[in-house]
């Protein structure tokens, strides 16, 4: 098993920034890919941000077009913590961000949903 904790949501003005933290712990070298996702009000999750291997993406991350250019993710892999740093942050930004981690190979079965491991999310508010 792998456990997921989210940290370093909270309330920030537009154009502001912050910095999500996931901390995992247990069996994680099980793990072959993490990234985020997001859930605001009313709206099914999505996509955020995977950081993993991919032989079509030798960066090793990838970003949804709504974030593409404002986030970064980025993984320590010593500390077994993986970030998400926000700027530029606009109101549609606000949701609840969850840390997710998977066994399975390439960016394709993450995008699908193969998601082994949950964290509990964090609340980002994005005020005008």
């Known amino acids: 098993q792998v456990q997921l904790v989210e940290s370093g949501g909270g309330l920030v003005q537009a154009g502001g920034s912050l910095r999500l933290s996931c901390a995992a712990s247990?069996?994680?070298?099980?793990?072959?890919?993490m990234g985020w996702f997001r859930q605001a009000p009313g709206k099914e999750r999505e996509f955020v941000a995977w950081?993993?291997?991919?032989?079509?993406?030798?960066?090793?991350?990838y970003y949804a077009d709504s974030v593409k250019g404002r986030f970064t993710i980025s993984r320590d892999n010593a500390k077994n913590t993986l970030y998400l740093q926000m700027n530029s942050l606009k109101p549609e930004d606000t949701a609840v961000y969850y840390c997710?981690?998977?066994?399975?190979?390439?960016?394709?079965?993450?995008?699908?949903?193969?998601?082994?491991?949950w964290g509990q999310g964090t609340q980002v508010t994005v005020s005008s």
């Open positions: 247990g069996r994680t070298f099980t793990m072959s890919a």
């Open positions: 997710a981690a998977t066994t399975s190979q390439g960016l394709a079965s993450f995008l699908g949903g193969s998601i082994d491991y």
């Open positions: 950081s993993g291997r991919d032989t079509y993406y030798p960066d090793s991350t």
